[in-house]
């Protein structure tokens, strides 16, 4: 499975951005019924935080961090999953990734993606 990320940049604090991820190289086997994607993101100095994810039948589940600013539209046609961010705040900075798995795994850090991008920088000035 490859992951190509796009649409990061730098904003102003309540600025909105949206990134993109195109996915290819499923093995549409009974397991990618199961699978999810999810986006993460890794400020300097922090831990990587997951920040939304959704599964292949469209559930989806948001950190705190970004309930009520993030969501993750898909276009299951064009294999590619976007994360919409909306009131952006400086805390918000960081390298956003995605990540897929033939399993949904928690968002929480430590639970072992298999699949991730190369990732995209995200700046939020004050």
């Known amino acids: 499975v490859q992951l190509v990320e796009s649409g990061g940049g730098s904003v102003q604090a309540g600025g909105s951005l949206r990134l993109s991820c195109v996915a290819s190289g499923f093995i549409y086997s009974r397991d990618y019924r199961q699978s999810c994607m999810a986006w993460f993101r890794h400020a300097p100095g922090k831990e990587r935080e997951g920040v939304a994810r959704i599964s292949r039948f469209g559930l989806t589940t948001y950190a705190d961090s970004g309930k009520g600013r993030f969501t993750i539209p898909g276009d299951n046609a064009k294999n590619t999953l976007y994360l919409q961010m909306n009131s952006l705040k400086p805390e918000d900075t960081a390298m956003y990734y995605c990540?897929?798995?033939?399993?949904?795994?928690?968002?929480?850090?430590?639970?072992?993606?298999?699949?991730w991008g190369q990732g995209t920088q995200v700046t939020v000035s004050s």
């Open positions: 990540a897929f798995d033939y399993y949904c795994w928690p968002l929480e850090s430590g639970n072992p993606w298999n699949y």
